[in-house]
């Protein structure tokens, strides 16, 4: 099956410092990774949407100053907040679609950011 | 835009029984996708089920079947037998398979608790 890998798993940075997290899509190329928001107990708030080579399209209400997606390959997208917040303090997970199956995607097991 | 409702913040149900999650959609799209998906406590996105709207028959995986009403848009998640790992947060989740970018868009989730 379709294996990706987000990392680190857990991240603790001080406030004002970035913070980058990965997302690799391990066994397939993934040419759209999708960068998600989840707040306890809550639902997934789509961020941002990555095409291999192009930029990202950030949802509305999202800072993409803020918030830096690069997908740089077909394997490999990376999130980078910067100059965190403790609000920016929550669960992220990234999610990968390939060009045989783009209606389905793959998700990473999440990265929780703790700013303090 | 599409909106995915469900109505359940939390659900309980004995191990072994039967229960039923909740789901309504919106959307003036004539194709698309719907997804259940679980995420445990390890917040791991576990694909439950897919179901394509052009597909009359309900979709089933096992334990794990779908009652798809496409003029109600309305697409139920049943699970028989239930076992204690099913224990988890369930998002309902809408894609338009007639866009570019295949986004997700997801309910608030139902919390199942199975006991035993």
């Known amino acids: 099956g379709a294996v990706v890998s987000q990392h680190p798993s857990r991240v603790i940075c001080k406030s004002g410092t970035s913070v980058k997290i990965e997302c690799r899509s391990l066994d397939f190329q993934a040419t759209t990774m999708f960068w998600y928001r989840q707040f306890p107990k809550q639902s997934l708030m789509l961020m941002a949407t990555?095409?291999?080579?192009?930029?990202?399209?950030?949802e509305q209400g999202v800072e993409k100053d803020k918030f830096l997606i690069n997908h740089a390959s077909l394997t490999l997208s990376t999130l980078t907040v910067t100059s965190a917040h403790p609000e920016d303090s929550s669960f992220y997970i990234c999610?990968?679609?390939?060009?045989?199956?783009?209606?389905?995607?793959?998700f990473g097991p999440g990265t929780r950011l703790t700013v303090t | 835009a599409q909106t995915v409702t469900q109505s359940q913040p939390e659900m309980s149900v004995q191990e072994a029984e039967t229960v039923t999650l909740s789901c309504t959609y919106d959307t003036s799209e004539s194709n698309y996708y719907l997804f259940w998906y679980k995420q445990p406590p390890s917040r791991q996105m576990i694909l439950v089920i897919r179901?394509?709207?052009?597909?009359?028959q309900n979709a089933t995986e096992n334990r794990f079947s779908v009652n798809f009403q496409k003029a109600a848009k309305s697409f139920s998640l049943k699970i028989s037998d239930s076992q204690l790992g099913d224990t988890a947060m369930y998002f309902c989740?809408?894609?338009?398979?007639?866009?570019?970018?295949?986004?997700?868009?997801f309910g608030k989730g139902t919390l199942l608790t199975v006991n035993p």
């Open positions: 999610s990968a679609s390939s060009p045989r199956t783009t209606y389905e995607q793959y």
């Open positions: 989740a809408f894609m338009n398979s007639g866009g570019s970018n295949y986004k997700l868009t």
């Open positions: 179901q394509e709207a052009y597909k009359q």
């Open positions: 990555s095409n291999e080579g192009s930029k990202a399209t950030y």
